[in-house]
T-cell receptor
């Protein structure tokens, strides 16, 4: 079966750095996405990785290792507005997105 | 202006009723999707459509049907609503012509079935 695993909840301090991990087992791989979702709102696109390595976009970076079935999202200089759920999703061989349950990130002052 | 809109935003209905959730987009995307989201679970795909004449079942299509009336419109129907269909429903769109094919989501419809 297809499976995406990520921690249920994480807590971090304002101004700090946090890494959210995602491991996956899917039938085929056509890229990995990270989305941000504030409570009660729609998910919004953060990043996409299809090749191994690190993609940096401002305070957010995403890393992929296809051989290990592993990705992480790195958030730097945390702000209170970063309190949200972070969703990992893999596009499988049918070009459908398989979603993890999301990691709820709590930022404390 | 919102690029992907959903109506209604909230709906309370009773068991056995037929209801329709509607999605419209002004992004010009060819692909559209319906998902449901439940607490503690990932987004689950109900149906998807890669163009007007293409409709495909997703992971959890039982109890649902869809209609792609035009490229910009994709509606989801619950033929006979039941309480375990209580969830947050999202419509999404994507453009097959882009490298990422990332999905853009509507604001969601919160459905409660009593």
């Amino acid at each position: 079966g297809q499976n995406i695993d990520q921690p249920t909840e994480m807590t971090a301090t304002e101004g700090a750095i946090v890494q959210i991990n995602c491991t996956y087992q899917t039938s085929g791989f056509n890229g990995l996405f990270w989305y941000q979702q504030h409570a009660g709102e729609a998910p919004t696109f953060l990043s996409y990785n299809v090749l191994d390595g690190l993609e940096e976009k401002g305070r957010f970076s995403s890393f992929l290792s296809r051989s290990k079935g592993y990705s992480y999202l790195l958030l730097k200089e945390l702000q209170m507005k970063d309190s949200a759920s972070y969703l990992c999703a893999v596009m499988d061989s049918n070009y459908q997105l398989i979603w993890g349950a999301g990691t709820k990130l709590i930022i404390k002052p | 202006d919102a690029d992907v809109t959903q109506t209604p935003r909230n709906r309370i209905t009773k068991t056995g009723k037929r209801i329709m959730l509607e999605c419209s987009q002004t992004k010009g995307h060819d692909r559209m999707y319906w998902y449901r989201q439940d607490p503690g679970l990932g987004l689950r795909l109900i149906y998807y459509s890669f163009d007007v004449k293409d409709i495909n079942k997703g992971e959890i299509s039982d109890g649902y049907s869809v209609s792609r009336q035009a490229q910009a419109k994709f509606s989801l129907s619950l033929e006979s609503a039941i309480p375990n269909q209580t969830a947050l429903y999202f419509c999404a769109t994507s453009d097959s012509g882009t490298d990422y094919n990332e999905q853009f989501f509507g604001p969601g419809t919160r459905l409660t079935v009593l």
